[in-house]
């Protein structure tokens, strides 16, 4: 049961994770996968069937943009993801409702701690 509440959350903030995470450059797929896994200390293990989904649906909301990389010698082409200026507006939108969430839960779990 532990494992249902657990998808069920991270899902909720993975929009917020994957902008901040092309805030700074561009980035592949796997790229990313790899920065979330490492930079959440594993808490967020992505498969590319849950990691895809985001970016499109990104991608049909106007805050990334995709290109493909030009192959350079035995190197196949990439699909890069960047964050438009739609994305860069949004992210700190995004980032505080992310906050008061999460300030509101600590509210609610402090009180019944005491």
């Known amino acids: 049961m ?3 509440y657990e998808r069920q959350m991270k899902k909720g903030v ?3 994770l994957v902008l901040k995470l092309l805030e ?3 980035k592949y797929g796997y790229q990313l996968i790899t920065e979330l896994r490492d930079k959440s200390g594993a808490v967020f293990l992505l498969k590319e069937g849950t990691l895809y989904p985001i970016l499109y649906r990104l991608e049909e909301e ?3 943009e995709s290109r493909w990389s030009e192959p350079k010698d035995r190197q196949v082409p990439r699909k890069y993801y960047a964050m438009t200026e739609k994305g860069r507006q949004t992210l700190p939108e995004i980032a505080d409702v992310w906050r008061q969430i999460s300030r509101g839960i600590r509210q609610v779990m402090e009180e019944e701690e005491v």
Request: hydrophobic share 35%.
């Open 2 to 4: 532990n494992e249902k």
């Open 14 to 16: 993975l929009d917020l």
């Open 24 to 26: 700074k450059e561009p």
């Open 62 to 64: 106007g805050l990334v």
